[in-house]
Nanobody, 115 residues
Framework: QVQLVESGGGLVQPGGSLRLSCAGS????????MAWYRQAPGQQRELVAA???????QYADSVKGRFTISRDNGKNMVSLQMNSLKSEDTATYYC?????????WGQGTQVTVSS
């Protein structure tokens, strides 16, 4: 059974940094695209950043220049480095992966940006 497990969330002050990681297990095959989504209370889940198997990346406008997505294909891992965090970045962050038209989600990790 394929699973995605996130880690690295927590409480940080505005202007601070956090690094989220997501490890995939249960498969020997490399995921196609991997991504991070987030969902704040009362809001729809939105794409934060995505990266293809060829390392092409895309970012939401709200995080460009502050967040960086990267992946380790050998370990089926994806990370999200978040710098200059703002209160509006507060949300539950979810790891997402696709392979052969199947999609997988992690359980989510909470990021709270507050002084």
């Amino acid at each position: 059974q394929v699973q995605l497990v996130e880690s690295g969330g927590g409480l940080v002050q505005p202007g601070g940094s956090l690094r989220l990681s997501c490890a995939g297990s249960g498969t020997i095959f490399k995921f196609d695209a991997m991504a991070w989504y987030r969902q704040a209370p009362g809001q729809q889940r939105e794409l934060v950043a995505a990266i293809t198997s060829g390392d092409s990346t895309q970012y939401a406008d709200s995080v460009k220049g502050r967040f960086t997505i990267s992946r380790d294909n050998g370990k089926n891992m994806v990370s999200l480095q978040m710098n200059s965090l703002k209160s509006e970045d507060t949300a539950t962050y979810y790891c997402h992966a696709t392979r052969s038209s199947r999609t997988y989600w992690g359980q989510g990790t909470q990021v709270t940006v507050s002084s």
